[in-house]
């Protein structure tokens, strides 16, 4: 799951928590002595906390029974864990910034939040838990899977054989063409260094005089991306590449001023890494449309065959 579904999802279960408790109030009953739930390499989870999660899946109108709360407990405590191990948790102050926001995004302050988590029986540090790992684990995911290289041989065939033909991409070499705007100045200058942008690229010799023509005028850099497939592109450009009628794209504005791609070259490629470049696009798509991410359940997967885990 990517950063944006986790976020989304988490906004939905927010908008979930402040409407049902707006319409159905709901006070948590008093809680017996907590005791041991379960034991996730050495990691005690208690029934309070089961109990807080089971009040947080009603609020989400899903399946609250105590089995499943505890089991997202447990698969949360590898996540956390895993975390920890690799030091790739977001900080508090990420995580206090993202609780505020849900709580604006639903017209209350963080304050109010807290006091409707507390009402319902989740409490505010119990759901800042949960936004920890979800905003950190999908980093985890894309660090380990996301890289280039990360596909195994094996999953490559496999891949290839399901869809049975190698994928076709198109590839590019790409140099960045930046007119320089200083922070400064950006409010002064910035319609001139577009307007000065826009002409160059009729003037543009081509890549190999590309430093040189870049050194005729003031403040412009170049940038050499090199070897870039299409499923690479960044959002923001890929649009402007695809519609390249000549050996530049548009221009657009970034927070170093004025820019355009220049392309060097493009060709259809169907070699191994380009068929892994492909899957990992479709990989991501599937996540953006809310399917799951198959490498987080192999992730998963390999946590908990090495994890010792105890039920209570």
């Known amino acids: 799951m990517s950063a944006m579904i986790a976020t989304r999802r988490i906004l939905v279960a927010v908008a979930a928590l402040a409407a049902s408790v707006a319409i159905e109030p709901s006070f ?8 041991i739930a379960a034991v996730v390499n050495s990691a005690p989870i208690t029934s309070s906390d089961v109990a807080r999660r089971a009040a947080f899946l009603r609020l989400q109108r899903q399946k609250a029974d105590t089995k499943t709360a505890r089991e997202q407990l447990v698969e949360e405590a590898l996540k956390r864990q895993e975390i920890a191990r690799v030091k790739m948790s977001v900080s508090t102050d990420d995580v206090d910034q993202a609780f505020a926001r849900f709580a604006s995004s639903n017209k209350l302050s963080p304050q109010q939040l807290t006091q409707i988590l507390s009402q319902a029986g989740v409490g505010a540090d119990h759901f800042k838990e949960y936004i920890a790992v979800q905003m950190s684990w999908p980093r985890l995911v894309n660090a380990r ?21 190698k994928p076709v991409t198109t590839e590019y070499f ?21 307007a000065e942008a826009e002409a160059s690229r009729s003037k543009f010799p081509g890549c190999e005089q590309a430093k040189q023509f870049a050194a005729t005028m003031l403040d412009v850099s170049v940038r050499d991306l090199g070897r870039v497939l299409a499923p690479e592109l960044p959002e923001d ?37 380009a068929a892994e470049v492909v899957f990992r696009a479709e990989d991501l798509g599937k996540q953006k449309s809310g399917e799951a991410n198959p490498n987080e359940k192999k992730y998963m997967d390999e946590l908990r065959s090495k994890a010792q885990i105890e039920y209570r």
């Open 145 to 165: 899977y996301g890289s280039r290289g990360r596909m195994s041989s094996e999953d490559l065939v496999k891949r290839m054989m399901e869809n049975k033909e």
């Open 237 to 273: 450009w890929k649009p402007l590449v695809e519609k390249a009628s000549g050996t530049t794209t548009g221009v657009r504005a970034t927070e170093r001023g004025i820019e355009y791609l220049a392309i060097c070259n493009q060709r259809q490629v169907s070699d191994d890494f």
């Open 174 to 194: 790409l140099k960045q063409i930046i007119f320089v705007v200083p922070d400064s100045k950006r409010n002064a200058i910035l319609g001139k260094r577009k």
């Open 28 to 35: 948590a009953p008093a809680q017996a002595a907590s005791e």
